[in-house]
Structure formats: C-alpha cells, structure tokens
C-alpha cells in the first residue's frame, strides 16, 4: 500500500477580447446553459472541464479521444491492447489511483481498480460533458482514494426531449451506431435511453511475421428515469477484444481475447427541502471470460500468480464474477458563510472464480479451489468543512477515514485521507487553488492475488 503527501497549485487566467453587446449576451446564455455550471465541485480541487462545446469542436467521439489531450499524461495501450492513462516519464501499467464515473457512480473495475478494460473506448454519443480532477484528497466523491477522477455525465432528458440516431463510418473499416431517446414527461417526470453499438480496427501489428491484433467489438447501453427527488440509472456494457501480445512470452499468442461485461443499477433519492440530505445505493456485477494460448517455439505462457505449477503454463482459461454493493450517505449544513459536509458509506466486493483451466507442457488442472481471499468490507467516514473567508477567499479543510475488513486469513487494516485547501479568486479572471494532501492507494483484488 503506497502513501504519499502532495502538494499541488493551480493558477487559472481566463482571458477574452470581444466586447460585442450581441456576443457577450450569447456567450452568456451559453454559459448558463452549460450544465456543468451545475456539477462541477470547486472544493474537489484542479479541474479540467469539456463541455459539449468543447467535446464537437475536439470532433472526440469516444473517451479516448479525450483523454489523449491531458496536459502531462499519455493515454496509449498496454500490452493487452487496453488503453491506460499513465503520466509522462511512467511505465504504462495497471493504474488503480484512477477512477471513473458516469454521473455519480464509480465504474471502475473491481478487480483491478482500474476502469479502462470496458470504458477505455467508451462512446460519448450520450455524454453531455466531461470533468476531470486532478487533485489527490478529495473526500466527497466515493469511499475509495485516487490521485485522478474522470466524471462523465449525461444529458439532461428535460433538456434534450429528443430522439437521436447516428452512425459513423471510417476508412479503415471502423464503424460505430448510437440511439438516443430522452423525454420530458411533466415537470417532475423523464427518462433518458441511450444504446450504442462500435467495431474498433487498430492497424495489424506484425513480430517475428506473427500478426497481432487488438481489434473489439462494443456493445454500450444506458438508461436514466427521473422522477421528482429519484433519480435510477441502468447501464450494461459488453466488449469483446483482441488481447495483443498478452502474457506470451515469445509476443506470438496463438490464442488471444476477453469478453468483459459490466451491469450496475445506481439509485440516489435527496431529501429535505433543500436536498442537502443524499442517499445513495448501488449494485455492481463485472463478468470477464479470458482465453489465452501459446505454442512451445518461444517457451510457452506465463500467467500470474506466482504460485501456479512450475512448469510454464501453455495455456489458460478463466470466468470470473465480481460484485459489489455499495450504500452512501451524506449531509450538508449551510450557514451563511460555512458548510459543513457529513458522510459515510459502506462498500462490498466479491470476487467469484467460476471456472479456470491451465496446461502445462506435463499437466493440466483448474485453479478453483485456490483463491481463499474472496471478499472485501470497506467502512468509510469522512468530513469536510468549507469557510469563506469573504466572496473571494476560500478555506477547505478535508478528512476522511477507511477501514477495509477481508476474509481469507488476510490482515483488516485502515488508513486515512487528510487535505487542507486554499482558494482565492483575485479577480473574475483570475484564481489561485492550493491544496494540501496526505493519501493512500489500498491494494485490489489483482495485487493480492499476484503477490505484489
């Protein structure tokens, strides 16, 4: 488990030269149109916002697209063919301090922590803007750590009230069909429906004359039913990839792919007038199959974790289900010049081998037996106190506490998240952030299982 204390500062000049009656009362109503004017949480720290606008001009179709943009990161695939966001001068591993959202719900893996296996290439046919966070500490958003947060959010349906179909077609025999549905039923009543479908073709790569592909197929869909203070989102994603070079050690698999899938139901209901009072709950359920073969030319496959039989394993196959159950709850106290932020949240994962098989050059066998470690509790608490110093200054003074119970022998632990923030906003233009932080990154499932 790694620990660390950051410090970081964020200068921001916003600066414009129109001073045209006609464009400024446009770029105004633009503006406060723009619905992240709404989601966007200045005490989470530095941030990086794309709003609909910005998402038509960059042309960015899927999630890749925009991340690939991140001043100081590189977002390029592993040797899974996954694309990962990694800083520049850093390896391109399995990043587990990143995390991902569609509005309000994490949809980060549960087995690694890292959510760019499914939603690397993730479509952003539905997505209304996109907010990334770059500020380690920040306490009000899920119960787990991270040193990035990438916030996808979807339209409104009571804004969109309209229905969508699109397709795109690329020369390099890529192609991608969404369907968009959102009504307005009354005041207090829509829903929003969205089902996308995409092929990615990467350019063959050859080794030794052995090609290597990493091409996938995606199935993506998404629905949101508002009614009054409820709000219920169902999505189910599906994708089914090439794995590139994977875990053969001579970098010639002769079988290679992964069907992963990933359902969640996430309902949050507000309470009290001013809805300062949030209940969240969810259910999340990962299932990822993995073939993977290898002759013996270049010595066979690898597969962790470090105690499968001796003998390199030539061939492997695994299904595993993954769950997990999360309930959340927090309480905003507003005073004229403070707000006092109360939370805390319980989360469950399970992790199911439902079937293995490996080959070795002399045997074959199953690891279903082996896996004692099957479960995680996770106990959060946190607060959050905001002062105003005056309308231009701003003290933030976070601190939030983790307790993760597991079974299989493996020692529970906890461990803390502290952070102390300054904002100042010299002039309209003009703002400085500072903050403060002292974090974790808890292992996953993954880490535990390959022993590092």
Do not use: C, W
């Amino acid at each position: 488990m790694r620990k660390k204390i950051l410090l970081s500062t964020l200068l921001g000049i916003n600066i414009s030269f129109a001073d045209d009656s006609i464009l400024n009362l446009l770029s105004e109503y633009e503006e406060a149109a723009d619905l992240s004017n709404k989601t966007k949480i200045e005490s989470l720290g530095s941030y990086k916002i794309f709003t609909r606008r910005d998402l038509e001009i960059m042309q960015a179709y899927k999630l890749s697209d925009v991340l690939k943009s991140l001043p100081l990161y590189t977002f390029v695939p592993n040797s899974f063919g996954v694309f990962q966001l990694t800083a520049f001068g850093n390896l391109v591993g399995l990043n587990t301090s990143y995390k991902l959202f569609i509005n309000d719900h994490e949809v980060s893996s549960i087995n690694t922590d890292n959510p760019f296996l499914i939603y690397d290439e993730y479509p952003l046919n539905n997505i209304d803007h996109i907010e990334i966070y770059f500020v380690s500490g920040a306490v009000k958003i899920g119960n787990e750590p991270f040193l990035l947060v990438i916030k996808m959010y979807t339209s409104d349906p009571q804004r969109e009230n309209a229905t969508v179909l699109s397709s795109r077609i690329s020369t390099n025999q890529e192609y991608s069909l969404s369907f968009n549905t959102s009504k307005k039923l009354n005041n207090n009543k829509s829903y929003f429906l969205s089902i996308a479908k995409s092929y990615n073709n990467f350019k063959t790569q050859y080794f030794n004359s052995s090609p290597l592909e990493r091409d996938s197929d995606r199935i993506y869909g998404f629905f949101q039913y508002n009614y009054y203070d409820t709000v219920l989102d169902f999505s189910f994603s599906h994708v089914k990839r090439d794995t590139f070079i994977n875990l053969s050690l001579d970098k010639q698999p002769s079988i290679s792919n992964t069907i992963s899938q990933d359902f969640y139901i996430n309902a949050t209901q507000y309470f009290l007038e001013d809805k300062s009072l949030k209940l969240n709950v969810s259910l999340d359920i990962n299932k990822r199959k993995g073939e993977f073969e290898n002759d013996l030319v270049g010595g066979g496959l690898f597969i962790p974790p470090i105690y499968l039989p001796p003998n390199i394993p030539i061939y492997y196959y695994e299904n595993r289900t993954l769950n997990k159950y999360t309930l959340y709850l927090s309480k905003d106290f507003k005073t004229e010049k403070n707000t006092l932020s109360l939370g805390f949240s319980y989360k469950k994962k399970e992790n199911n081998l439902d079937n293995s098989l490996y080959k070795t050059i002399a045997t074959e066998g199953n690891m279903n037996g082996i896996f004692v470690f099957k479960s995680t509790d996770i106990y959060t608490g946190y607060l959050e106190n905001q002062y105003s110093i005056d309308d231009k200054n701003l003290l933030i003074l976070s601190l939030k506490y983790d307790y993760y119970k597991r079974d299989g022998g493996l020692k529970d632990f906890g461990d803390y998240i502290a952070r102390f923030g300054y904002v100042s906003y010299i002039t309209k233009n003009l703002y400085i952030k500072s903050f403060l932080a002292r974090g974790y990154v808890p292992p996953s499932f993954l880490r535990i299982f390959v022993g590092y």
